[in-house]
């Protein structure tokens, strides 16, 4: 489960992220701040970029509201932590039962899996997207990707949206050799952090 163990925890950690960010603000003028911060803090900080996630940080401060319920924005501090566990283990599930490749070969079989989904935010995340940069992880099974959507960001203005997909891709290019080394007790503190910044009470 060690692997599974990492992804899920730097999930958890990067929707933490995206939930203290939007409660400093989610006004238009903050949306390109927020997600130029989010950026930075997964490449810097985390030493991982999330696609998936990020896909949800553009739809919050995008100002698509529907999504911050993802992030538990409304719900009860002693039910912030199950929502995000819970949105983490969802992308995941998505992400891992979608990548038939992966699957076969772990799996050493054919496998052809589907995901089946009534949560249409979720569904969302994965539906419609304008770039993708996909990198064999090789051994340990990591698929690394940058996604953004239809630009139905009513925050974010395409001019800023291109400049943005830009920058991503040259991370990507001035990262593609880097191996991401999963440093479980820097992210287990973030975590921790992170979770006193946004009130989430210990359990």
């Given at each position: 489960?060690?692997?599974?163990?990492?992804?899920?925890?730097?999930?958890y950690c990067t929707l933490l992220k995206i939930r203290?960010?939007?409660?400093?603000?989610?006004?238009?003028?903050?949306?390109?701040?927020?997600?130029?911060?989010?950026?930075?803090?997964?490449?810097?900080?985390?030493?991982?970029?999330?696609?998936?996630?990020?896909?949800?940080?553009?739809?919050?401060?995008?100002?698509?509201?529907?999504?911050?319920?993802?992030?538990?924005?409304?719900?009860?501090?002693?039910?912030?932590?199950?929502?995000?566990?819970?949105?983490?283990?969802?992308?995941?599930?998505?992400?891992?039962?979608?990548?038939?490749?992966?699957?076969?070969?772990i799996l050493q079989r054919s496998l052809y899996p589907?995901?089946?989904?009534?949560?249409?935010?979720?569904?969302?995340?994965?539906?419609?997207?304008?770039?993708?940069?996909?990198?064999?992880?090789?051994?340990?099974?990591?698929?690394?990707?940058?996604?953004?959507?239809?630009?139905?960001?009513?925050?974010?203005?395409?001019?800023?949206?291109?400049?943005?997909?830009?920058?991503?891709?040259?991370?990507?290019?001035?990262?593609r050799n880097q191996q991401h080394v999963f440093n479980?007790?820097?992210?287990?503190?973030?975590?921790?952090?992170?979770?006193?910044?946004?009130?989430?009470?210990?359990?």
């Amino acid at each position: 489960m060690a692997p599974v163990n990492q992804i899920l925890k730097n999930s958890y950690c990067t929707l933490l992220k995206i939930r203290s960010l939007a409660t400093k603000g989610l006004s238009k003028n903050m949306a390109e701040h927020n997600l130029n911060i989010l950026v930075d803090w997964m490449t810097t900080e985390l030493d991982i970029f999330r696609g998936a996630e990020y896909k949800l940080g553009m739809n919050i401060f995008g100002g698509n509201t529907e999504f911050r319920k993802m992030i538990g924005l409304d719900s009860k501090p002693t039910d912030v932590k199950k929502k995000l566990k819970g949105t983490a283990w969802d992308m995941f599930h998505c992400k891992f039962t979608a990548n038939s490749f992966r699957l076969s070969e772990i799996l050493q079989r054919s496998l052809y899996p589907f995901f089946l989904t009534s949560d249409s935010n979720l569904f969302k995340i994965f539906q419609n997207f304008s770039l993708e940069i996909v990198k064999d992880g090789g051994e340990d099974f990591v698929t690394s990707f940058v996604m953004t959507s239809d630009f139905l960001f009513p925050h974010l203005d395409k001019s800023f949206l291109e400049k943005n997909n830009k920058k991503l891709f040259d991370l990507f290019v001035e990262r593609r050799n880097q191996q991401h080394v999963f440093n479980e007790e820097k992210v287990d503190k973030m975590i921790l952090e992170l979770e006193i910044e946004n009130s989430v009470p210990n359990s």
